[in-house]
Structure formats: structure tokens, C-alpha cells
């Protein structure tokens, strides 16, 4: 379904009074995510990981330079491609418009009938938050609403940027219900978290970023026990765990 191949990204710096030069922020990325998986890119703040999502939507920054391909399909993303952004954080919001007219904006650009009560109904709001403005929405709220926008793409692929930090229990697993119910349909989803054991009941497979490099990747299915089929790199996240004891590799 999406095709990452030799992606690198860097941003322009001055350098003294002419000059500038280029930092890179990621490199020589490469990765795939099939129909029916859910690929977990774990990393550390400040690993790249928001960048790979911004550079896969289309949506870097002026200063950024991009390399590589990236393909959903085998074919580049365009803004009307049934792919969905779910960003880290609620800034993606206008804050001019009502929650209710965001739904239907996103629905009429991907060519989906508008049904933002249905949407709001299906991350657990009430139908009245439709005529909130964002400032009034709570953390939690907003991410949800997040949510329903990302729904109402209907999208084949829904990029998660911390879908499950900061929320409780309640909103965290409707959150990975959701994507976990995209797979299922067939479709797949890339979640970017620097928390596994919030994804990982949900994960096909982990990619480990490190520095704006990818150092290891392994099935979901072997962070499991002391981690001893995992690759070193994703074994030494793995023990260093509170959940499995900290203990040094
Ligand atoms: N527009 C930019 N110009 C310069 N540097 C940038 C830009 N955007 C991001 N960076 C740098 O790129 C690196 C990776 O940033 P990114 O936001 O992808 O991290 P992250 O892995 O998502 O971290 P977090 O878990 O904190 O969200 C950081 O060092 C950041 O300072
Ligand atoms: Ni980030």
C-alpha cells in the first residue's frame, strides 16, 4: 500500500555571512505498510519521526529538502488520495471554525458525504460538540476530533502521529480500536510513538528510528519475554522498559 524508498531529509542552515548547509534530519529512510498492517515507527524525541509523517503527507516545512520516493498504490500522494494525517497535536485545528464545519470540509474534499454527528458519535462525542470552537474543546476532545476528521477521510491509510499520547485508558483504546478496525478492513496504518506499550497490542510490525535512521526492524510479535529474538538496537529498547525491569543490555 504506501512505499517508502531511499528517503532523506534535511533542512537548509546559514552558514557564516553566504553560505548554507544542510543538516540532515532523516536519512535513507525505507519501508513499506501492506493491506490489513499497522506498522509502528518507534522512536526518542526528536528522532525524525513527525518529519517522516509531514514528508509522507506532503507537508514539510519551506526549509526542508526531501529525496527518495514515497508511493501509496505505486503512485505519489496527492491531496485527494484516501490517506489521512492523524497530527501530534491540536495546532492542526483551525481555530476559526467550528469542529462541525471542519467535518464537512474534510468530507467534501476527499468526495465523502458529510456526517460529522456520525463521526463524533463513532470517537465518543456528542453531536453537540459540532458547534464547539477548538479553544473550547479539552486535550482530550481535541484529539478526538482529530480522530473524526482523520475517519472522515475515509481514508485506506491513516498516518498516527502519538495517537495515544496524553490520553486515558477510555480515549487510548478508542483510538487504537479505530485503527486497529481500519486494518482489519484491509486497510493499514503507520503509527509514530516514542510509547510501545501503547500501540504495541495493536502492532504488525516495529521500525525502530534512531537519529533520523532506521537501526532495526522486527515483527510485533517478538517484543516478547526477555525480547531474544528481537535485533540488538530494538532488544536493548525492549529491556530498558520499566515494564520488563530496566534492565541493562
Ligand atoms: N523546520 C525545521 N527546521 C529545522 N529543524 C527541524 C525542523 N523540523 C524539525 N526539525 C528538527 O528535526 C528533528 C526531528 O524532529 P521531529 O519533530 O520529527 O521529532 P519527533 O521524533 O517527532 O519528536 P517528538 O517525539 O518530540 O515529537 C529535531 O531535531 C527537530 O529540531
Ligand atoms: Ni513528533
Known amino acids: 500500500m504506501l512505499r517508502v524508498a531511499g528517503l532523506s531529509v534535511g533542512v537548509a542552515r ?18 513499506t505498510v501492506a493491506a490489513g498492517e499497522i506498522v509502528v515507527v518507534l ?12 514528508a ?13 520516493t514515497i508511493a501509496l498504490h505505486g503512485h505519489p500522494i496527492t491531496p485527494l488520495h484516501p490517506v489521512a494525517l492523524l497530527p501530534q497535536h491540536h495546532g492542526f485545528l483551525d481555530p476559526l471554525a467550528r469542529v462541525g464545519a471542519q467535518l464537512s470540509w474534510m468530507a467534501r474534499r476527499k468526495g465523502q458525504a458529510a456526517t460529522p454527528a456520525a463521526l463524533l458519535a463513532s470517537v465518543g462525542l456528542d453531536a453537540s460538540v459540532k458547534r464547539l470552537m ?34 486515558d485508558p477510555t480515549n487510548s483504546t478508542i483510538v487504537t480500536t479505530h485503527l486497529q478496525t481500519l486494518a482489519k478492513r ?7 510513538t516514542h510509547d510501545l506499550m501503547s500501540v504495541l497490542p495493536i502492532a504488525t510490525r516495529v521500525i525502530v528510528l534512531d537519529n533520523g535512521r532506521i537501526v532495526a526492524a522486527a515483527p510485533a510479535g517478538q517484543f516478547t519475554g526477555a525480547g531474544e529474538a528481537l535485533p540488538l538496537p530494538a532488544r ?14
Open 14 to 31: 546559514p552558514v557564516g555571512l553566504r553560505g548554507t548547509q544542510v543538516l540532515p534530519l532523516l536519512t535513507d529512510i525505507n519501508l
Open 43 to 54: 522512536g526518542a524525541s526528536g528522532a525524525g519521526k513527525s518529519l517522516l509523517a509531514h
Open 56 to 68: 509522507i503527507m506532503n507537508i514539510l516545512p519551506a526549509n526542508a529538502q526531501c529525496s527518495g
Open 134 to 167: 477548538p479553544h473550547q474543546l479539552s486535550g482530550g476532545m481535541a484529539r478526538r476530533v482529530l480522530l473524526a476528521l482523520a475517519l472522515g477521510a475515509a481514508p485506506d491509510l491513516i498516518i498516527a502521529d502519538e495517537p495515544t499520547a496524553g490520553l
Open 186 to 192: 484491509g486497510g493499514a496504518a503507520l503509527v509514530i
Open 236 to 249: 536493548n529498547l525492549w529491556r530498558a522498559l520499566p515494564e520488563n525491569g530496566f534492565t541493562d543490555a
